[in-house]
């Protein structure tokens, strides 16, 4: 599949970003620490449902912001309170999402952890510009809230695209055999 050029650069550049390999490290020992116990990083990779849950879990965020944007852009009095609901449950339901996330992220080679870790970093944005539209909205400040909710769909899109190239074009989470991939004993630590 053809891909722009400009975004070719871009997600090269962050595979080969060797400067992000201290913080990808760091953050990759703590996942692994917390995500100990082998029943918990199964569940958490989705063995027990025969493909990863990470995916599936964003569309619950995803799908509250894209309403809330919708209902946004329509105006009115009561679509104004269905956003701030919808912005909060998005807000919510990622922190889920995020966990399944991290835990299969914990298992990729060097350029895929590579990726993946601005993946969630341009998320973990995307979810601090939603968390202060909410606040906004809770407070009364509707415009504001818009404004950083749009802000923040626009940072989780780019952040959705990271995810979409770490899935298709690196092939994380990806094998041959159909069965979820998953580290069993969580020991390796090489990529």
């Known amino acids: 599949m053809p891909e722009i050029r400009a975004l070719r650069r871009l997600t090269e550049s962050i595979e080969h970003a060797s400067v992000l390999d201290k913080a990808v490290d760091l953050d990759r020992k703590v996942v692994r620490v917390l995500a100990r116990p082998r029943a918990l990083r199964q569940l958490l990779h989705g063995v027990p ?3 990863p849950i990470h995916p599936l879990m964003v569309q619950v965020p995803l799908g509250a912001w894209i309403s809330a944007a919708v209902l946004d852009l329509v105006g009115g009095r009561g679509n104004a309170k269905a956003a701030k609901t919808l912005v909060g449950v998005g807000v919510v339901s990622a922190g889920s999402a995020s966990v399944a996330g991290y835990v299969d992220w914990s298992a990729l080679d060097r350029e895929q952890l590579r990726t993946g870790w601005v993946h969630q970093a341009v998320n973990w944005v995307g979810l601090t510009l939603y968390g202060f539209s909410w606040l906004q909205r809770k407070r009364g400040n509707t415009g504001a809230g818009k404004l950083l909710g749009f802000a923040g769909l626009t940072v989780v899109s780019v952040g959705g695209y990271l995810g979409g190239h770490l899935s298709y074009r690196q092939r994380a ?19």
């Open 49 to 51: 449902f025969g493909h």
């Open 173 to 191: 989470g990806v094998s041959r055999d159909g069965e979820v991939p998953y580290e069993s004993d969580g020991a390796s630590e090489s990529a």
